[in-house]
């Protein structure tokens, strides 16, 4: 392994397709044996008060579930925003970090995963090396922002990516 993208975002190339189009992963590990990261821009139309109740009480009323990514469908994560930064037991971006459902007196903000998008080993540096992925630092708010975030995070680094970000789903239909 290079370079541990953890903490980092993957922008998916246009290139990309399938569950992976215009995708926008926020690495949570990456170490010799693999890499695992949460896809920020899947709303999913399951409520999080159905799915997990038991986190319900802590996001906002009406929250939806996240499609996280491909692997491991039936598990949950959570990503949260802290006042506090002790509270923060896995920290990704400023104050945002997995959640704790034991440690939740300073949480601000709440997304809900379902499942997550996996690496076996070298299999992301494969990837990087073929450019399927553009690495970018994250936003705090990031995981928070609603409308078009692979747009947004292109448009952020300016330059060949703000032209990238531009560019419509299907461009055959330009």
Known sequence: MNES???KLLIASPALSDFFERAVVLVLGHTDE??????LNRPSETMVAEAVPTLSGLGEDG???RVGGPV????VLALGEFSDPDELSHPLAGDVGVVDPARTESLRRLRVYA???GWGPGQLESELDHDAWVVAEPDPEDPFREGDLWADALARMGGKYA???TMPADPSLN
Request: cysteine-free; glycine content about 18%; hydrophobic content about 45%.
């Open 163 to 165: 032209l990238l970000a």
């Open 63 to 65: 929250e939806v579930v």
């Open 34 to 39: 693999g890499a695992m990261g949460l896809v």
């Open 5 to 7: 993208q953890r903490g």
């Open 115 to 117: 499942g997550h998008a």
């Open 72 to 75: 491991d469908q039936n598990s």
